[in-house]
């Protein structure tokens, strides 16, 4: 395998950099290549702006356009070019970061942003009476692989099924199919450590146990099986669910795994 | 009413800054008033690091409890101490962004990163067999009103009930409930407009008009009724909404609105 681990914690010492680094560790170990995007080691910019476009900024900024533009004469800046220049080069992608306010840290939300432009992970492909561009399913991305690793200070009981917080795989769904699947990454189920605000230093062997075990069945872990969207589900171009295809009761995000 | 809106795009001319600057037009005219925190024009700081904490950052650092240790002692950086100060002081804080790759701009999920720091937004209150801290319907930030104004590129199909986006109540539910109603702002409806890749400029009359209707009726607003967290609503610790007291067929996030 070829993995991207995108890093998102400010502390070296913290239990977001031991995953990281037990991932790098195991990952090699196992012959595999490994490359990290540690996002606040390379003061990564956060926020989009003109200077991300070179002379494709036009005035007004339009922010989809230009950044199409950019990408297609290559006058993105070279930080941006080189994420992408690894997408592209890596098999499997892995997020690793800490559940900031129910989502990713501002960094890395930044991350995407600027890497995820038009051309490159959406505005992909033909629109036509039975294709609405090359997104969820296909595009840029299709046939990779990612995975979020995200740790949650709260117990699990408040992100189950009736958890005030909302479901965990509902929190993740702007993420893991909006963000990954849409560009065409295959998404498989996150690894989440719960209750990471008191955790303590004599839990992390079984941590690291059970992250190892994930990382080394990567290969033969299946996706979540979201549906792709130019394969018949959906009506086109109103992209709504075609009635009876969803299983009795299922509703909200649940609607778009098979 | 004193409004403070938090305004996140980088570009003047967009629709985004003409629907930020209708609000502080109508709102003034009405004799409210309005301060506004564009967040571009400040260079916002994203990401969240030891020098936002002052000399209460610790190393190894630990985002919680540092800046929980930094507000109390008043050494959180200047920007971040501005914010908390202008929350404080507004009765209503709107937020202008455009729904990037499902969520916010990068630079306004910093904004909430940082100025919303433990013991300010969350860490408040005390736990006890019948109280979980001050939050989701207490808090620092009770007694006000918030309200997402949000652009998103494409049409409402499909961010509806079965649209392939997933529902936009749903997408907008980790900010609204988990970000906004966290600490203690009770969430009016948002106002959404879709479509905005394909809008020209003669339809922003129709845009201009519905949006200062909902201006000048945010006082009579029935805000989302999301559960209160400490009123009976849920078991404790767990936090695990009580058997029964869905309505029927309700799953997911749909589950803690009333």
């Known amino acids: 395998m070829k993995t991207l681990i995108i890093y998102a914690h400010p502390e070296p010492k913290s239990l977001n950099a031991s995953l990281k680094n037990l991932a790098v560790a195991t990952l090699e170990s196992a012959g595999h290549d490994v490359l990290v995007s540690d996002l606040y080691a390379m003061n990564w910019k956060a926020a989009v702006d003109a200077a991300d476009f070179g002379p494709a900024a036009s005035s007004p900024l339009q922010v989809p356009r230009d950044s199409g533009r950019a990408f297609d004469s290559g006058t993105l800046t070279p930080d941006v070019r080189a994420e992408q220049q690894k997408l592209l080069w890596a098999d ?15 960094i890395l939300k930044g991350w995407v ?3 995820f432009t038009y051309h490159f992970a959406y505005g992909v492909g ?14 840029t991305l299709a046939g990779r692989r990612a995975m979020l690793s995200v740790t949650a200070g709260g117990p699990e009981s408040h992100y189950s099924e009736r958890g005030i917080n909302g479901p965990i795989d509902d929190l993740l769904f702007p993420i893991q199919h909006g963000i990954l699947y849409y560009p065409g990454l295959e998404v498989l189920p996150p690894f989440v450590l719960y209750g990471t605000d008191r955790m303590t230093d004599e839990e992390f062997p079984d941590v690291a146990k059970a992250w190892t075990h994930r990382l080394l069945t990567l290969d033969s872990t299946a996706p979540i099986a979201f549906r792709r969207q130019n394969f018949g589900d959906y009506e086109i171009p109103s992209l709504q669910l075609k009635d009876g295809l969803e299983p009795t009761g299922r509703t909200g995000f649940g609607l778009h795994v098979r």
Chains 1, 2 share one sequence.
Request: net charge negative.
């Open 92 to 106: 499997t992608i892995i997020f690793q970061f800490p559940l900031w306010w129910y989502s990713m840290p501002a």
């Open 113 to 115: 942003d600027r890497v």
């Open 126 to 139: 033909e629109h036509s009476a039975t294709k609405y561009g090359e997104r969820f399913g296909e595009g």
